[in-house]
C-alpha cells in the first residue's frame, strides 16, 4: 500500500493498466478486490482469469486477493478493483 500511495511508477492499477503490464510480464504481485472475483459478471470475471493466468504465466508474478473488509481491499476497490506491483515501470 506504500507503493500505491506514493504514486510511484512500479504501481499500476485499473482494468486496462494492470492488463497491459500483465501482458509485458512485469507484474510481480497482482492485488485483486475479493468482491471483484466473487461479484462480477462472466465477462469481467473471464478477463479478470486472463489477468491472472498472464501473470502467472508470463511473469512468474503472485496473485493475492485481499478481502474488501480489510483497508488495504477497500483501497484497491477505490482504484477499480484491481492493482499490481510491478518489477519495472511500463509506459
Not at 503490464?21 to 486472463?50: C, H, W, Y
Request: proline share 2%.
Amino acid at each position: 500500500m506504500k507503493r500505491l500511495g506514493k504514486g510511484e511508477p512500479n504501481v499500476t492499477y485499473g482494468f486496462d493498466e494492470v492488463e497491459k503490464a500483465a501482458n509485458f510480464g512485469a507484474v510481480e504481485e497482482l492485488l485483486i478486490a475479493d468482491t471483484m472475483v466473487r461479484d462480477s459478471e462472466d465477462e469481467k470475471r473471464m478477463r479478470i482469469d486472463r489477468i491472472m493466468n498472464t501473470v502467472e504465466e508470463m511473469g512468474k508474478g503472485a496473485t493475492m486477493i485481499v478481502s474488501t473488509e480489510s483497508e488495504a481491499g477497500s483501497k484497491i476497490l477505490a482504484l477499480g478493483g484491481i492493482a499490481a506491483l510491478l518489477r519495472f515501470p511500463v509506459q
